[in-house]
């Protein structure tokens, strides 16, 4: 589950009345490699093994998917020992105060009363106590570390692993595409249920010469990159053959993590910036902006986008 259902006021002209909406569910996941805490990522509770390893990809952790020795997520332990004790405790006061009451009494009161202990237990869980996440990576490479102790935050812009651009790696690819096709994968990218929902996560798309490879949902931007990286890596994707569509703006730090996977044009219905033109100018990757309608700005490798 990606959303939460909480409890708001909704103001209209005039009024202002009890309601509810969704709102996606944001958890910090806490990536430790060989042993030591690299980061910890804010991100949308799902693939979580897809996220890390393509974080690690990017970050050039490791180089293949074959460098990953174990990746294991598991929540946090006191959570559920506390959640054992809850439950434990609730269910010895629920046989003592049916051995005292009347049966069919009691059936109908404890019946009313767990649906609510459960309605209130869930949205605790979901709001006021949210899960915390760990994953343990092992390296074929027991020396390889990270910086140690970041956070990247859900605002797309939390941290940054930035680099000279003069020592990226350049795209190799001699992929080509036409206008056609980058309008209709934008469109299949912005179907969204759960951005209908709740209004608040960023979409990426991952896209081959046969179509749709995968579609990535998260609060931030970057860290659907990295799944959607981690996807096709686990899938054994070529990335040269691909191209990646984006819900939100094309920041540096987006066409980084391109250029470290040599994906070769990225796409966005938004903005992108001038660093992360000059960046992609320097490096060969295709940026693609404001794709919406029958219109785009093609603002770096014009030459491998057809009139078509």
């Known amino acids: 589950m990606m959303y939460s259902t909480v409890s708001c006021i ?31 990522a804010m991100v949308s509770p799902t693939l979580l093994e897809e996220f890390v390893t393509g974080l690690l990809y990017t970050e050039r952790i490791i180089r293949k998917l074959e460098d990953i020795e174990s990746l294991h997520i598991e929540e946090n332990r006191e959570r559920n020992r506390e959640k054992n004790r809850d439950e434990n405790r609730e269910k010895n006061r629920d046989e003592n105060r049916e051995k005292n009451r009347d049966e069919n009494r009691e059936k109908n009161r404890e019946k009313n009363r767990e649906k609510n202990r459960e309605k209130n237990r869930e949205n605790k869980e979901k ?38 651009a003069d020592r990226l790696p350049k795209i190799q690819s001699d992929m080509v595409t036409n206008v056609s096709t980058i309008k209709t994968i934008m469109k299949e ?52 053959r691909t191209i990646v569509t984006c819900s939100g703006r094309i920041s540096s730090e987006m066409v980084r993590k391109c250029l470290m996977a040599n994906i070769p044009i990225i796409a966005s219905r938004g903005a992108t910036t001038t660093l992360a033109i000059s960046m992609a100018e320097k490096a060969g990757l295709t940026v693609i902006g404001f794709v919406r309608s029958q219109k785009m700005n093609i603002y770096t490798g014009v030459e491998r986008v057809r009139n078509e």
């Open 10 to 40: 909704k103001y209209d002209p005039g009024s202002m009345v009890p309601s509810s909406h969704e709102v996606v569910i944001e958890v910090p996941l806490a990536v430790f490699v060989n042993g030591r805490h690299a980061l910890t």
């Open 127 to 164: 709001t006021d106590d949210p899960i915390t996440l760990s994953a343990s990576v092992l390296t074929k490479d027991p020396f390889s570390i990270m910086l140690s102790g970041k956070t990247v935050l859900s605002g797309c812009g939390g941290d940054t692993s930035y680099l000279d």
């Open 189 to 240: 990218t912005l179907v969204s249920d759960l951005h209908t929902r709740t209004g608040g996560i960023h979409i990426i798309g991952l896209f081959g010469p046969e179509g749709k490879i995968c579609i990535i949902e998260d609060i931030g931007r970057h860290n659907a990159l990295d799944r959607a990286i981690g996807y096709g890596l686990k899938h054994g994707v070529d990335f040269s």
